[in-house]
């Protein structure tokens, strides 16, 4: 199974600031990379998938860039409503596997 | 707007077998197009993938869960359904349904709003 490292594991940043995530798989996924965002008591909600391709409504400060095993979620400029947490997914190979999240908070 | 909406037991206890079902609205279980999948949280933890089916053909399973797991699909009540056998505290976890896209493997593009099952003695 394809083991997927996400960090840091929190990332403090003030509203305005950029944000970068990492996601690294432990082989080698191509494109096959999602990205999801959480907030306490929803569902996950999927941002990007194909490792760069926004999902429909998503905004444009929201972008994801990578192929192979690293990867990035860059937030250009946080808005307080993408304070939440982050996981990326690949599925390139079954089973499917999940990153353990980034958690994104108001510093 | 394609809806997904799981419904379960809520509380359970050890060794009893899990049934949960989720119900799709404004979408068919029966496209050509998309699969549908489930995928738990525990509290406080991050999400574990648990099986991926489509309308025909065989179901993707997490090797984890394969041998306690079924899933199925009913496109007649456009329901899909997931049954867990000889479940434990382990198990506890909030359990969602979500429509699935294929390219190799499978990403999920709409989610249920999760469905909170405990066990407990």
């Known amino acids: 199974e394809i083991v997927m490292t996400q960090s840091p594991d929190t990332l403090s940043v003030s509203p305005g600031e950029r944000a970068t995530l990492s996601c690294r798989a432990s082989q080698y996924i191509g494109s096959y990379l999602a990205w999801y965002q959480q907030k306490p008591g929803q569902a996950p909600r999927l941002l990007v998938y194909g490792a760069s391709t926004r999902a429909t409504g998503l905004p444009a400060r929201f972008s994801g860039s990578g192929s192979g095993t690293e990867f990035t979620l860059t937030i250009s400029s946080l808005q307080s409503e993408d304070f939440a947490l982050y996981y990326c997914?690949?599925?390139?190979?079954?089973?499917?596997?999940f990153g353990g999240g980034t958690k994104v908070e108001i510093k | 707007q394609l809806q997904l909406q799981e419904s379960g037991p809520g509380l359970m206890k050890p060794s009893e077998t899990l049934s949960l079902t989720c119900t799709v609205s404004?979408?068919?279980?029966?496209?050509?197009?998309?699969?549908w999948g489930w995928i738990r949280q525990p509290p406080g933890k991050g999400l574990e993938w648990i099986a991926t089916m489509y309308y025909s053909g065989s179901p993707y399973y997490n090797p984890s869960l394969k041998s306690r797991v079924t899933v199925s699909i009913d496109t007649s009540s456009n329901q899909f359904s997931m049954k867990m056998t000889s479940v434990t505290a382990a198990d506890t976890a909030v359990y969602y349904c979500a429509r699935a896209i294929t390219t190799s493997g499978a990403y999920f593009d709409h989610w249920g709003q999760g469905a909170l099952v405990t066990v407990s003695s």
């Open positions: 997914q690949q599925y390139n190979n079954w089973p499917l596997t």
């Open positions: 404004d979408g068919s279980t029966r496209s050509s197009t998309y699969y």
